[in-house]
T-cell receptor, first 114, second 112 residues
Framework: DTEVTQTPKHLVMGMTNKKSLKCEQH?????MYWYKQKAKKPPELMFV???????INESVPSRFSPECPNSSLLNLHLHALQPEDSALYLC?????????????FGQGTRLTVV | GQNIDQPTEMTATEGAIVQINCTYQ??????LFWYQQHAGEAPTFLSY????GLEEKGRFSSFLSRSKGYSYLLLKELQMKDSASYLC?????????????FGAGTTVTVRA
């Protein structure tokens, strides 16, 4: 199983809503990531979790709140988002060690903030 | 920080060869990755280089020169399904940093 599963695939939310994005992998990977990708742009790193601990936060606004409840799950809690936060949100995972440990990406959640 | 440059677009004919160049300036280097991304889909891993030289994987090869901050992805025997965006990504500054910084991507269009 080399899949990273993200739900939902599409999400439309108002600026006052609270929603969560979910990501799941069963490859035994201990590093998990959230990326944001705008149209025709490359993915931009938001957060990295290593062994269920937050290791990198790329100065992401607090309206995005990550959570890693266990080694297979990664959530991104959303609150009071702005229309410019509309994007494709990609989850990825990799082995947490040196070497050719490529990141496997999920299909993404396409988020629209109205 | 990381500064990663690659051409915006390339067009080639089915069966031909295309070379996508990537140059980078980084505050630390621990590997270079190439990913393929079809429109509306997730990026998929193609290759990894951490030492200088050529890595070959079927129709795809990737080259790295660390002293020049340069890599290329070579796509041989192009097929229509190879039409996609190709992303160069650098990991750094530490090997355990897990931080991938992506270039803007090169859109390759394969014509019959």
């Amino acid at each position: 199983d080399t899949e990273v599963t993200q739900t939902p695939k599409h999400l439309v939310m108002g600026m006052t809503n609270k929603k969560s994005l979910k990501c799941e992998q069963h490859m035994g990977h201990r590093a998990m990531y959230w990326y944001k990708q705008k149209a025709k742009k490359p993915p931009e790193l938001m957060f990295v979790y290593s062994y269920e601990k937050l290791s990198i936060n790329e100065s992401v606004p607090s309206r995005f709140s990550p959570e890693c409840p266990n080694s297979s799950l990664l959530n991104l809690h959303l609150h009071a988002l702005q229309p410019e936060d509309s994007a494709l949100y990609l989850c990825a995972s990799s082995q947490a060690r040196q070497g050719a440990n490529e990141a496997f990406f999920g299909q993404g959640t396409r988020l629209t903030v109205v | 920080g990381q500064n990663i440059d690659q051409p915006t677009e390339m067009t080639a004919t089915e069966g031909a060869i295309v070379q996508i160049n990537c140059t980078y300036q980084t505050s630390g280097f621990n590997g270079l990755f190439w990913y393929q991304q079809h429109a509306g889909e997730a990026p998929t891993f193609l290759s990894y280089n951490v030492l200088d030289g050529l890595e070959e994987k079927g129709r795809f090869s990737s080259f790295l020169s660390r002293s020049k901050g340069y890599s290329y992805l070579l796509l041989k025997e192009l097929q229509m399904k190879d039409s996609a965006s190709y992303l160069c990504a650098v990991r750094g500054p530490r090997a355990r940093d897990y931080k991938l910084s992506f270039g803007a991507g090169t859109t390759v269009t394969v014509r019959a």
